[in-house]
């Protein structure tokens, strides 16, 4: 398979070589600057994006290619009810090459199963984020110059915040890094992730941000996903849970970095913005040539990931996961892989 859909498509090698590749590319642009000359991006936004959607379509610029889009479902003949298995053949008619964003988790699998051109996942519901976290990661290098060995904690939503998945999962395959899980008991790591990633990490769970603050190497905050709640009330309570302000800094490390994949809403004060830790707008500026490098990649053929549904089984059990693709797209069987649905990665009991 030549797309990417979960972070764990790319090897570490892989992950290595784009991060090396977008520092380049931050210090010579110019050496890039056509390298995917009469190619085009289709950037399929099915959910609202400021960062991902301009990013890619800024990276594919700045490779010298163009870029067709998709802002939203109720422009495109989703609003019609046409299937993600459809779309994806179509826009393979007219594309090199796909960024998909969807509210519904595993809709961009889905693509890259039918398309024949490489599917980026830029976002699945609560589930993966992994362009993301490539972003995180040439960060975290740019800033602290290793990621072995680090200790980051992740603070806020860890329940709904894809970011927060994507991103454990790359942590896993590196060396000695330690993770600190803080967030009230409703917004806890999904089973998924401690069954998986987690499993091989040294970790630990809190919901107090002010005694972890001390041992970290890096914070990362997110925001608490309004988008995912089905109880409004229970999302009034839990909003405002973490707000990370100078005072709170005075105890963390005065070479912490502090990432955030944005938008923020009121988790960070903007009084931190100023303090040379806050590294979240730097972080944006990585996407988009972790981006760059990753559509250079893709489109090279060089990146060959093992095939989506080798080693799956169609099974006649539904998905529990109530955001699941299976649930809409028609006639899609739903595949079980190591007893977890090969779309979003729920348990099938
Ligand atoms: N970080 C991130 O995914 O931002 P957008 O939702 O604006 O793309």
């Known amino acids: 398979m030549n797309s990417v859909i979960d972070i764990t498509d790319l090897s570490v090698k892989e992950i290595d070589s784009l991060i090396n590749t977008a520092m380049d590319m931050h210090q010579n642009p110019e050496k890039y600057s056509s390298v995917?000359?009469?190619?085009?991006?289709?950037?399929?936004?099915?959910e609202p994006s400021t960062r991902t959607r301009l990013s890619f379509e800024a990276a594919m610029l700045e490779l010298g290619g163009s870029v067709l889009s998709v802002h939203s479902s109720a422009t495109s003949s989703a609003s019609k009810g046409e299937s993600i298995n459809d779309t994806s053949k179509v826009v393979s008619c007219y594309a090199d090459i796909m960024a998909m964003r969807h509210p519904l988790e595993g809709a961009p699998a889905v693509a890259a199963v039918s398309a024949s051109i490489p599917v980026i996942n830029a976002g699945d519901g609560g589930h993966c984020h992994p362009t993301q976290t490539l972003t995180d990661l040439c960060t975290i290098k740019s800033e602290k110059g290793v990621i072995n060995g680090l200790t980051v904690g992740f603070c806020g939503d860890l329940k709904y915040g894809r970011t927060v998945h994507s991103l454990?999962?790359?942590l896993a395959r590196y060396e000695n890094v330690r993770v600190v899980l803080i967030s009230p008991d409703e917004l806890k790591i999904p089973e998924y992730v401690k069954e998986g990633p987690l499993k091989n990490m040294e970790f630990s769970e809190t919901d107090n941000l002010e005694k972890a603050l001390p041992e970290l190497d890096v914070l990362y905050m997110t925001r608490v996903q309004q988008e995912r709640f089905a109880d409004r009330e229970q999302y009034e309570r839990l909003r405002d849970v973490y707000i990370l302000d100078t005072e709170k800094l005075k105890s963390a490390k005065e070479d912490m970095i502090i990432l955030h994949p944005l938008p923020r809403v009121n988790e960070i004060s903007v009084?931190?913005?100023?303090?040379?830790?806050?590294?979240?707008f730097k972080q944006v500026m990585w996407g988009k040539y972790m981006r760059m490098a990753l559509i250079m990649l893709l489109l090279s053929g060089e990146h060959k990931g093992a095939d989506l549904l080798e080693g799956a089984s169609v099974t006649q059990k539904n998905c529990p996961n109530s955001r699941c693709i299976s649930h809409t797209e028609q006639e899609l069987p739903v595949y079980s892989k190591n007893g977890r649905c090969v779309w979003c990665d729920e348990e099938l009991n």
């Open 271 to 280: 009084g931190v913005d100023a303090d040379k830790r806050a590294c979240y």
């Open 36 to 46: 995917c000359k009469g190619k085009k991006l289709a950037a399929m936004f099915f």
């Open 168 to 170: 454990i999962s790359a």
